[in-house]
Each structure stands twice: as C-alpha cells, then as structure tokens.
C-alpha cells in the first residue's frame, strides 16, 4: 500500500464546474496535509494546508480532512482553465517528513 | 515573501564532472530540503536541514553530498553522477521543521539536470 494515494486521472472537467480532487493516506500519525498545484515544468506552489477535521475554505478551493477515514479531499469551485495543472496531496508525519502522491492531473475545458 | 531562490535553471554535465547546486532563501526559515523529482513522479525526499544540521538523509547515494553553509543558504554537491540522476531538483524551505503540525513548505522553481 503506498504511503499517499490518489487517482491519477485524468480528471477533465467543464469550465464553471466543480473540480473533485481525493487522496487518502496510510500512516495514522500523520498531522498535516497538504495541497500543491504544479503546472508542466514548474515547480509544486502550495494551495491550502488543513490540520483539522472538516472544511477549511479559500476563495474556490475547500479542503476536506477526515481523520478517521484516512482521507482528504481539494474541491475546485468555478473551474477555469487556467486550474489545468497536476495537484500533488502531501501528508506530514510528526518527524518532519513529508510524502508525496503520485498527483491527479485536472484538465478544465473551454 | 515566500520565495526560495536556485541555480542554476539547468544544468548538463558529464558523469566524470564535479558541479554544485544552489539554493538561497531570506524568509528566515530554518529548515531546508532537497527534493528530486522525475518526469510525470512527485517529489521524492532527498535531505532535510533543521538549524543547519542534517536531520534526515533517504538513504541517498554518496555521488550526492549535500551542504548547509547557514540558515539561509543550501547546496548540492554532486560528483560521478550516472545519467538516471537527470530530473528536476527541488529546494524546499519551512519555518523549522522541527515536527510542528503546520510547516509549510515552500519550493523554489528547481534546477533541471540533465546527465550524459
């Protein structure tokens, strides 16, 4: 089982729509998570960062923690093209360390 | 500012060649990472700096040697690389890394390396 999974997509979604992006992780002592978008040749930029169980919300972007089920969620509200990019989930663990998923890679079309 | 800085934006060399990377960042951060990431892979953690001592190494091999001269400066020293070292190297820097729950980390743009 690998440490940080989500679907790899291609997920494609119209332009106005909700973008639904998921990731669930192994080790039940991780504390932080993360979000990063990374467009083609660039490095990852951060997006949101949630703690807590349930909702943290920034303009279109929501993150969504659930402890217990091991899973967290980014939904993308008003989807532009410009949001076309792969979004790495990032979990913490209490030594610092940081995993990576392999990334979900989002087209939103015109 | 969150901005981590790094060069050179490429870099070629040859397997025989010794040459460094640099990373730089004046957030007042005091933990540092590097990062390699392949094509179409996430990142895959190489060193973490936390006040300038090296507190993880993933079992990287030797031919990488990484250096942390003060807070704010990072480098990678690589010697006798083999050609499946080409990919993207990521800096990374976080307020302390010392475990607390919320330790952003922000990347620099990376410098591509490409091995002959």
Known sequence: QKEVEQNSGPLSVPEGAIASLNCTYSDRGSQSFFWYRQYSGKSPELIMFIYSNGDKEDGRFTAQLNKASQYVSLLIRDSQPSDSATYLCAVKRDNNDMRFGAGTRLTVKP | DTEVTQTPKHLVMGMTNKKS??????????????????????????????????????????????????????????????????????????????GASVDTQYFGPGTRLTVL
């Open chain 2, 21 to 98: 990377l640099k990373c730089e960042q004046h957030m007042g951060h005091r933990a540092m990472y590097w990062y390699k990431q392949k094509a179409k892979k996430p990142p895959e953690l190489m060193f973490v700096y936390s006040y300038e001592k090296l507190s993880i190494n993933e079992s990287v091999p030797s031919r990488f040697s990484p250096e942390c001269p003060n807070s704010s400066l990072l480098n990678l020293h690589l010697h006798a690389l083999q050609p499946e070292d080409s990919a993207l190297y990521l800096c990374a820097s976080s307020q302390d890394g010392q």
